[in-house]
């Protein structure tokens, strides 16, 4: 079996929540109380993405880096 890596953005909401994304996966996306729950959630939604994801687009994909970017007169 193939082994296929990730990269998953987390954030933290207002009540704690934590939720990861896998910005290359269309719809994939969980929450949990903890880091560790939400990991767990996020690969069993994964693996439900990938079922009906072409593999093949995805590993086109190569994570650059994150940047910020502040705006002034918002």
Same mark, same amino acid.
């Given at each position: 079996?193939?082994?296929?890596?990730?990269? *998953? &953005? $987390?954030?933290?909401?207002?009540? =704690? $929540?934590? @939720? =990861?994304? $896998?910005?290359? *996966?269309?719809?994939? &996306?969980? #929450? =949990?109380?903890?880091?560790?729950?939400? @990991?767990?959630?996020?690969?069993? *939604?994964?693996?439900?993405?990938?079922?009906?994801?072409?593999?093949?687009?995805?590993?086109?994909?190569?994570? @650059? =880096? $994150? #940047?910020?970017?502040?705006?002034?007169? *918002?």
């Amino acid at each position: 079996m193939k082994t296929m890596q990730f990269i *998953v &953005y $987390i954030e933290q909401d207002e009540d =704690g $929540i934590f @939720i =990861g994304s $896998i910005p290359f *996966v269309p719809s994939c &996306y969980a #929450q =949990g109380k903890t880091q560790e729950e939400m @990991i767990k959630n996020l690969e069993n *939604v994964l693996k439900l993405c990938l079922r009906n994801t072409n593999k093949t687009e995805i590993q086109k994909h190569h994570f @650059i =880096g $994150i #940047q910020n970017l502040k705006l002034s007169h *918002v």
